[in-house]
């Protein structure tokens, strides 16, 4: 055999999917997890089955296969596994409880019982019919398990069994280049990431780390055993990792031992079949919402429905059909999608003289809005191949029959071109696409354009709900730059951290993030501060303790200024009285006045200290600014006060600038946030949005705000946020009423809001041993700010 035929590629049972069993020659099949459906009468030929492992999944069809064929058999049924599979099947399976018996029944008029065991040991080759060979290999999975190397006389497939992380896999791979593809299970989506560990399954993200271990780039890589109540989601996962629709395998595919390419086998279809599967393909289009793959889709799918070898996908943009998708399966060409882009240039509907450019057949599918069947290209007349002839020249293809199908949205409008290439029948011979072909694939533009137009549309307004949050930071940027500036840079940490955490190893093994999720944190962090719009500026941007639409300070120096004049002149008065009486000066007076400025400058020294902000103010500090407030200067029958009770009430604030009131008002800012946010209509995708982002002042100990939630009431994200608005807010060097703290101190203060569940421990303690906090501070803080950090992080 040129191939391997995949019976059944799923992870569980459902109406169109079927477990794992692959053919590897007529008579030999790894796993019995379809033999019956797939096979239906010409089972009756499999006589030799390599288990995996012993998980009911693959083994089932073996009890049936023996059953129905034992008494026609002239041959046992061989079944082969490991020790421990042997063992289970023995006591589990054919136990004269579950099902007979089979090694104690002969087969009809011989001494030969009809199944025979055979043990198998890691890593030595058994040889085939059809110069096959099956050498298992250890798998890591919660039983014993292994996985084939699958060897053929022009290449080799590796199948990984159900496996979890494997890094003996990938030694494999590196260092046989005969294998031309890889056969991996993929079985949970990334929240099911504890189930996947548990069960010893991959899931995405553990294939995405595992993928790190790959340092070919020749191995086609396939996924098998996907749970059919998860499958489209896990394919979205897949498609975030860079591996699209079509790497996912069917029943009943083959794969080449010679390119590791999926070989398309003619598939004769009722007419009822053909219904369900173009449901199935619409309901597909309209579950994918990323353009790039969608566009995959369509191409791979239209092949396979019509047996086509090739095809390309068009799209019309400024009278122009721009290459967005090209795919040849013979030659192992796969271009734009997910796939990266196509650099051809653009074929133009009109010549540069107005006309129509009814030379190229694609454009002329566009222009007069009409299917194109030609039988061989090259014997066509009325169109231009050159193009197509270079390319065969290059590749030695030899491209023949062509279909070319116009796509047309909901309002019958064109929007691009499917041209689908070289039509295979039963015996891989090339012929022409039938009325059946087109019909079908018509069918098929049609939901295609629909699909590309809505997806189009969800993306331009996911492009606007970006673009409106922007706006609204530039909003906040108006009112407050420094504002702008921390969201600007929060933003860039939190992503930073989930990045990191979505790749960690170690104590975040078994959290990710898609690229979705990424994104949600994202507008999250984005919008964290959006309440800030209905803050006053003057809390806002509050930069010392008097400050108001002003610097109060300004004022009370003036009061001392307006005091200190009127001791001069009731000084300057007494000594005019004593002049005219006659009597002497008194150095007393000039001793007495000056006190009393010093005085004066002492008390405004105190109070311009305080009024920073920038210290701790004591209470012993605290006291002698509110004695000055009560203290009234009597000058010349005039009363004179330095200090008023708002502003003694303010220089009294022992930490920072704001009052408790102003600080009430700041810390309003997180409930509001949740009130705008929660009024925006957010897609299903980022409906976490509002409480990821009004929860980031929440405290693990309950003693945060807005709500006062604790423990897992707060939930990851939040802890993301609040972890990286603690850390710019310490390190800012923006900000009018502090200083920024430098590296040592920032993470200082950080470690003791964990070490006080202020802060996510866990979170805080990767912050400093991924060394994320340095990247940052080289990249956003001034190098002045950056020191070495002492604080033993390993107590948290």
Not at 49 to 69: E, G, K, Q, R, T
Not at 202 to 227: A, S
Not at 638 to 658: D, H, M, P, R, W
Request: aromatic share 8%; hydrophobic share 40%; proline share 3%.
């Amino acid at each position: 055999m040129d191939t391997i035929k995949v019976l059944g590629a799923q992870g569980g049972r459902s109406k169109d999917s079927f477990t794992t069993s692959i053919m590897v020659t007529k008579n030999t099949v790894i796993d019995a997890g379809n033999i019956m459906q797939a096979l239906d009468r010409d089972a009756k030929n499999i006589n030799k089955i390599f288990f995996s492992h012993s998980h009911l999944d693959h083994i089932v069809d073996s009890a049936f296969l023996i059953d129905n064929s034992f008494a026609t058999r002239e041959e046992p049924l061989y079944l082969y596994g490991l020790p421990q599979t042997i063992k289970a099947l023995k006591k589990h399976l054919f136990n004269s409880e579950i099902w007979p018996d089979f090694s104690e029944i002969n087969l009809i008029n011989t001494k030969t019982p009809s199944v025979v065991y055979v043990e198998l040991e890691l890593y030595k080759k058994y040889e085939l019919e059809e110069g096959v060979s099956l050498t298992p290999l250890e798998a890591n999975h919660t039983v014993e398990c292994c996985g084939y190397l699958i060897e053929g006389k022009k290449g080799s497939i590796l199948f990984s069994g159900d496996t979890f992380k494997n890094p003996k896999l990938w030694d494999i791979i590196n260092s046989n280049e005969s294998i031309k593809a890889l056969i991996i299970d993929v079985s949970f989506p990334n929240k099911l990431t504890k189930i996947a560990q548990h069960s010893k399954h991959l899931t995405p993200h553990f294939l995405r780390e595992e993928l790190e271990l790959l340092k070919r780039k020749d191995v086609k890589i396939y996924i098998n055993h996907l749970k059919p109540f998860y499958h489209e989601e896990i394919i979205e996962e897949l498609f975030e990792i860079g591996i699209s629709r079509d790497r996912v395998l069917n029943d009943s595919e083959e794969i080449c031992f010679k390119n590791g390419l999926i070989k398309r086998v003619s598939m004769q279809y009722t007419t009822e079949q053909k219904i369900q599967k173009l449901n199935k393909i619409g309901t597909a289009l309209s579950a994918e919402t990323n353009i790039d793959a969608l566009l995959e889709i369509i191409v791979t799918e239209a092949k396979i429905l019509s047996n086509a070898d090739a095809g390309t996908l068009y799209i019309l943009e400024d009278k122009h059909l721009h290459f967005k998708v090209a795919q040849t399966d013979s030659l192992g060409i796969k271009m734009g999608g997910i796939s990266g882009a196509i650099t051809w240039p653009p074929l133009p509907l009109y010549l540069q003289d107005s006309t129509p450019n009814n030379k190229m057949v694609a454009a002329t599918c566009a222009l007069s809005d009409i299917v194109i069947n030609i039988p061989d290209v090259y014997e066509a007349e009325g169109f231009s191949f050159d193009g197509t002839r270079k390319f065969d020249e290059g590749t030695g293809y030899r491209s023949k029959s062509m279909l070319v199908i116009p796509l047309k949205n909901h309002e019958s409008e064109i929007i691009g071109v499917l041209q689908l290439l070289n039509k295979y029948d039963d015996n891989n011979e090339t012929i022409a696409f039938d009325k059946e072909d087109e019909e079908l694939t018509l069918s098929l533009a049609s939901q295609a354009a629909i699909a590309i137009t809505n997806t189009t549309l969800i993306q331009g307004l996911e492009t606007l709900l970006e673009a409106f949050l922007q706006s609204i930071i530039f909003a906040i940027g108006k009112k407050s730059p420094y504002t702008a500036g921390h969201i600007e840079r929060m933003v860039k940490l939190t992503v930073m951290i989930a990045e990191a955490i979505d790749k960690d190893k170690g104590v975040f093994s078994a959290k990710s993030f898609s690229a979705q999720e990424l994104k949600q944190i994202n507008f999250a962090a984005l919008m964290h501060d959006i309440g800030k719009l209905a803050t006053p500026e003057q809390v806002v941007d509050k930069s010392t303790k008097l400050e108001t639409i002003f610097d109060r300070i300004e004022v009370v120096k003036g009061r001392i200024e307006i005091i200190k004049k009127a001791l001069e002149i009731e000084l300057l008065n007494q000594k005019i009285t004593l002049l005219q009486s006659g009597k002497t000066l008194h150095v007393e007076l000039e001793s007495e006045f000056s006190k009393k400025t010093d005085l004066l400058d002492s008390y405004f020294e105190v109070i311009q200290k305080s009024n920073r902000g920038t210290e701790f103010t004591n209470d012993e500090q605290i006291a002698i600014i509110q004695n000055i407030a009560s203290q009234n200067w009597e000058i010349d029958g005039k009363s004179y006060l330095i200090l008023t009770e708002n502003e003694a009430y303010n220089l009294s604030v022992q930490k920072g600038t704001l009052t408790s009131q102003e600080r009430a008002i700041i810390n309003e800012h997180a409930k509001i946030s949740i009130d705008i946010l929660n009024k925006l209509p957010f897609p299903k995708k980022y409906k976490e949005i509002p409480q990821i982002s009004g929860n980031h002042h929440e405290k693990i100990n309950g003693k945060g705000y807005p709500l006062g939630l604790s423990g897992d009431e707060i939930s990851f994200e939040a802890r993301i946020l609040a972890v990286a608005d603690v850390f710019e807010a310490l390190t800012a060097s923006d900000r009018p009423y502090k200083k920024g703290n430098p590296l040592s101190s920032a993470m200082k203060i950080l470690y003791f809001m964990a070490k006080d569940d202020d802060l996510d421990r866990d979170i805080v303690k990767f912050f400093y041993n991924s060394g994320l906090y340095l990247q940052y501070a080289k990249k956003l803080l001034p190098k002045e700010s950056i020191d070495e950090v002492t604080t033993d992080f390993s107590s948290l």
